[in-house]
């Protein structure tokens, strides 16, 4: 997994012609029967830990249809849904691997027992807890990527009644080969201590985040056609003094409280903030196979500090047939950002195969700082009821106060709202085993601030509204269970006006239909298969104008994936696993003028637990797209990226 931008996961797969898919869901089928993992013992693979087909983390390693970025096709690092341990988080930057464990996307049947849900669904990061025993140590040693080194050592010790608990650790990847061929190093340190005292529990944690590299880069097509993919594996197409470095902090807590009278009291708090002394970003015009014009990009002493706090308040009650539930809930989130576009200068034209940039370049120190101030307030009111685990009802209203505001070239630009969102849900159980729901959902998410290039430069938009609609099912069958269901995504979208000036002039809409099967087929074999399919479509003045196309882009409209795990039938300890991505067409450019061809990825995995010197370890070796081969990935504003090489991890894995 490729998560140098703290943006883990894979990249979403989707489904083009029906024929693809029938030849697909037989090598799905074929692979999974033949070749696919499980773990017996101790696993900590993603694919053998799968709930469903919607997105899973385990560690580095990531399975489903959707990653902690993207869901249902929407960017969910602009829309902000997110939690740490069931509780509202407002994620900044890449969080400390030292602190979570992995993340899991919430969407369909499994958001429906969340308060206040978002549209697109949620991604709940999950923080490390202590193993078994009192004291316990548990190493990792490998290397990953492109041969880069990796070493992580988490460590705990409890009381003798669990009553105190406290666990650390850190990971270190000096000398880290990203896939894109650029350089640096990463290391990541945190601790969490919890205190329980009868129906009491306090939790406080800490963690950081250092990365270093030598910068970013994308390439531009000039001309409406995709270019020829440019050849080699961890290739650095940018300059190699290029620089990124930033440094990441992370405190806060919770505190619980539950009575005897069915209430509970939940209290959370976070606080984080990070440094970027250098930002150098390259941006390569391609204007043949051979030739590209580069600019740099270079941005210096940027920061931020951001923080979120809840206090949530759950009442249970009972009335005759009637199981109720009252959840009052008190919510503030700020954030506040310098930062700039940085500082343009020319490097000439460079040839791709000799990349040449030149001595080294320093900003003349000229750059316009914006400084970015947002709050929000809000309160809020969630009503549950059940009948008998038949009959579920969910009713909840948020009465958000939003104001945001930006200093930039003296000038001071405003904007604020105060919406009530609404939520709501209703489920029925016609038997033990099945569960047909529908919901409804509306959520506020920031829109930006208006580019350098347009005429209204600097301006704050309005925050947007965004609306979901969804109805769908769940059904468990032995060791199987079967999740379906069909959603409608709506909301403004931003773009140019033939006249330059950047705001609110269309609206994107996401109808869809995602299924996943999940379970155990025998003993020793576990599978999970999803599919998604999209019809993302923009309108309004953008599209009237032909500043855009109907299909949004970087949005693909089908996604299949296989994956499964088998536990070997032998006296060792062994198990396989593999994962089948089927992606369609992806637009490249914003008018639809061509498209990112479809792909198919094989990912494969093995692991042998075994017991030595006392000690039990866990070898763990991953190759990721096996039949790689040079192709482009769509990135934002349409810009080109390379797509991840195959790439080799192999690691051992200790506890102490």
Known sequence: MFNRHGLSGVPTRWFSRQSSRQRLLAT????VASCVASAGGA?????????????????????????????????LENAGNYRLDDTYFVRSGQLPSALVEGSMVRVGASALGINFPAPSGLVEFSLRRPGEGRLGVETTAGVRWGGSPLFRANGWGQSSNAAATILGGFEISPGARYPDGTEGSETSFGTIGTIRAGEIMVQALFGGVE???????????????????????????????????????????????????????????????ARTPATDFTTLELLNAQQARATIFQARDQRSNGSSGELKVTKRFVSGVLDHELVLALRTSRDERVNTAGEARDLGIVNLEERDFGPPVQPAGNATYALTRSRQTGYGLTYRATFRDFLRLRVGALRTDYRKTVDVDMERN????????????VSIAPTPQGLLYASYVKGLEEAGVAPKAAVNRNEVLPAIIAEQLEFGFRYSFDKLTAIGSVFEISKPTTGFDPTGRFGLI????????????????SRNLNVTVGAVFLEPRVSGEIVDDGLAARQPLGVASQVLQASGSYALPLPVDVSVDA??????????????????????TLDLGAQYTFVAAGLSHSLRFRVQDLFGRARWRSAPGGALSREQPRSLSLQLTSLI
Not at 579 to 600: C, E, M, N
């Open 414 to 425: 405003r904007s604020s709202q105060s919406p009530w969102l609404f939520d709501g849900a």
């Open 28 to 31: 799905a089928a074929a692979v």
């Open 43 to 75: 696993q900590t693979s993603a694919v053998a830990e799968a709930e469903d087909a919607f997105g899973q983390r385990v560690d580095d390693e990531t399975v489903g249809l959707y990653n902690e970025t993207q869901v249902r096709g929407f960017n």
């Open 506 to 521: 269309g609206r994107v809409r996401h109808r869809g239909v995602e299924f996943s099967l999940s379970g155990a087929v």
């Open 579 to 600: 994962i089948v991505t089927h992606t369609s067409s992806v637009p490249a450019d914003q008018l639809d003028r061509f498209r990112i061809p479809p792909k198919t």
């Open 211 to 273: 990365r270093r590299y030598n910068g970013d880069y994308a390439f531009f097509p000039t001309e409406p056609a995709l270019p020829a993919p440019l050849s080699g594996r961890y290739v650095m197409f940018g300059p190699q003094w290029g620089k990124f470095k930033a440094s990441e902090r992370l405190v806060g807590g919770t505190a619980s409280w539950r009575s005897g009278f069915d209430l509970e009291v939940n209290l959370a708090y976070f606080h984080n903030w």
